[in-house]
C-alpha cells in the first residue's frame, strides 16, 4: 500500500506503511513513524530521544463492509528541553479516542440520514461511540452561540416529559436557530442566558412571549430597552380557555338533559373559526342551536371573533380604539368570566398593540418546539440532558428527516 492512498483513503499522512492482516473478518493496517520526524507534544522541540513505544489501534473508515483497524506503535520521546516524557502527537485522531478524524467525519455523514443504531450496528461499533462523537460536533458547533446580533426573539417552554418537566428555550426570530436552553421554566430558568447575553453587548429590539408574570418580570428586569410583545396565539388560546370554562360552568346549571347534551357536543365547535366550520356535518346549524339557548355564551362566542380583528387592523391607533371598546363591552356584559378576562386584557394592552409596533410571535417558536418534540419521541426519549439540549441548539440546521 502506498503512503498516498493512506492520506486519501484514511486521512493517514506522514507515516509508513508496514503490512496488511486480515483478522476477524476485518482488515488491519499497521503504520509506522520515521523517529526523525517525532517532536515533543508539548513544545515541539527536536532534541528528543526514544524511550519505547506503545501500540494502539484506531477504527478507520471502512472498505465496503469491512471494518478497517489502523495499528500504529506510538512512540514515547523523552523531551531534553521540557525533561519529561511523553507521546508524540497523533495528528490523525484525536487524544483519548479510539477513531480516526476520518472515521469521526464518516459517522457525522451517515448520521443526518440515519439513527444512531443504525449507524452503530452498520459500522460494528457501539452505540455509545456514535452518541459521543455526535455530542462533541455538536458541543464544538452549537454548544456556545453567538449572541452579539441578536435582535428580535421569542421565550417559550415545551413540555420534555412526565412530572412537569420542562424546558425553556429562546429563538432568533430572525435566523431561526435557538440560541439558550434553559432546565425548567419561568425567570429562574434563563438566569444563565441573561449573563451571557449582558456579555455578548446585543441590543434587544423586541421579546415575544405569552402572558406569564414571570416571563415579563425577567424581560422587564434585564431588557429595560425592549419591547415586549405577547403573543397574538396564546392571547386567543387563554381566551379559548375561559371560553371552555364558561361552556362547562353553564352545562352544569342547565336541567335539561336535552340541552345539556346540546352544549356538550358544541365544545369544539366554539373553538372553531365561523369559516372552519364544516357544512357537511352541519357543524354552522349545531352551533347556532346551542348559541340561541345561552345568551353569555352567545356574547363569550362573538367577543371572541372579534378580539381576533384587533391584530387584523391597519394601523396602531384602530386597534387601540376597538380593543379599548371590546374591554368595555366586555366589563359591562355581567359575565365574570368575560370581566375577568376584560381586566387582564386591560392590564397587558401595550404588550398586545406592541405587535404593530414589532410585528413578531412565538409562532416559530412553536413550530421549533414541535419539532423538538418529534425528535424526541424518534429517539425514543434521550438520557443525556446535556446531548438533548445540543440537539435542541443545532436543530435549525436538520435538512433532512428528524433521526434521534
Not at 94 to 115: G, H, I, N, Q, W
Request: aromatic share 10%; hydrophobic share 40%.
Amino acid at each position: 500500500m502506498s503512503t498516498s492512498l493512506l492520506y486519501h483513503a484514511f486521512g493517514v499522512r506522514g507515516y509508513e506503511y508496514v503490512r496488511t492482516e486480515y483478522r476477524n473478518g476485518g482488515i488491519v493496517f499497521t503504520i509506522a513513524q520515521d523517529l526523525e520526524r517525532c517532536r515533543c507534544s508539548a513544545c515541539g522541540s527536536r532534541d528528543v530521544q526514544p524511550k519505547g513505544r506503545i501500540v494502539r489501534e484506531f477504527r478507520a473508515v471502512p472498505i465496503g463492509r469491512k471494518p478497517v483497524t489502523i495499528a500504529f506503535g506510538i512512540p514515547r520521546v523523552l523531551c531534553h528541553e521540557c525533561g519529561l516524557t511523553r507521546q508524540v502527537r497523533i495528528p490523525f485522531a484525536d487524544p483519548r479516542r479510539t477513531y480516526t478524524r476520518a472515521f469521526e467525519r464518516y459517522v457525522l455523514d451517515l448520521s443526518r440520514e440515519m439513527t444512531i443504531q443504525d449507524v452503530a450496528e452498520h459500522l460494528g461499533v457501539s452505540w455509545d461511540v456514535v452518541k459521543d462523537i455526535q455530542k462533541r460536533y455538536l458541543t464544538r458547533r452549537f454548544s456556545k452561540p453567538k449572541l452579539g446580533k441578536l435582535k428580535r426573539m421569542a421565550i417559550d417552554e415545551i413540555s420534555v416529559g412526565k412530572g412537569h418537566r420542562y424546558l425553556t428555550v429562546v429563538l432568533n426570530l430572525d435566523t431561526g436557530a435557538v440560541v439558550f436552553v434553559g432546565q425548567g421554566k419561568g425567570g429562574n430558568a434563563l438566569k444563565p442566558f441573561w449573563i451571557r447575553l449582558r456579555h455578548s453587548h446585543a441590543r434587544i429590539e423586541a421579546v415575544a412571549t405569552d402572558m406569564s408574570p414571570a416571563y415579563i418580570d425577567a424581560v422587564t428586569t434585564h431588557l429595560r430597552d425592549a419591547v415586549l410583545v405577547f403573543d397574538r396565539f396564546h392571547v386567543i388560546k387563554l381566551y379559548n380557555e375561559k371560553l371552555s370554562d364558561l361552556r362547562r360552568a353553564l352545562h352544569h346549571q342547565l336541567k335539561d338533559t336535552m340541552h345539556k347534551d346540546l352544549l356538550k357536543g358544541v365544545r369544539w365547535l366554539l373553538l372553531k373559526r365561523p369559516e372552519n366550520l364544516d357544512p357537511a356535518r352541519k357543524e354552522p346549524e349545531r352551533l347556532a342551536e346551542a348559541l340561541k339557548l345561552n345568551e353569555p355564551l352567545a356574547m363569550a362566542y362573538y367577543l371572541k371573533e372579534e378580539l381576533n380583528e384587533i391584530w387584523e387592523q391597519e394601523d396602531r391607533e384602530t386597534a387601540e380604539a376597538l380593543l379599548m371598546d371590546w374591554i368595555t363591552y366586555a366589563e359591562a356584559s355581567g359575565v365574570r368570566t368575560l370581566q375577568d378576562f376584560a381586566r387582564t386584557l386591560r392590564f397587558h394592552a401595550t404588550g398586545i398593540l406592541a405587535w404593530y409596533d414589532f410585528p413578531i410571535s412565538t409562532g416559530p417558536l412553536e413550530g421549533t418546539n414541535n419539532k423538538i418534540k418529534t425528535m424526541k419521541r424518534q429517539a425514543y426519549g434521550f438520557r443525556d440532558q446535556e446531548f438533548f439540549k445540543l440537539k435542541i441548539l443545532g436543530i435549525h440546521e436538520t435538512r433532512y428527516a428528524l433521526v434521534g
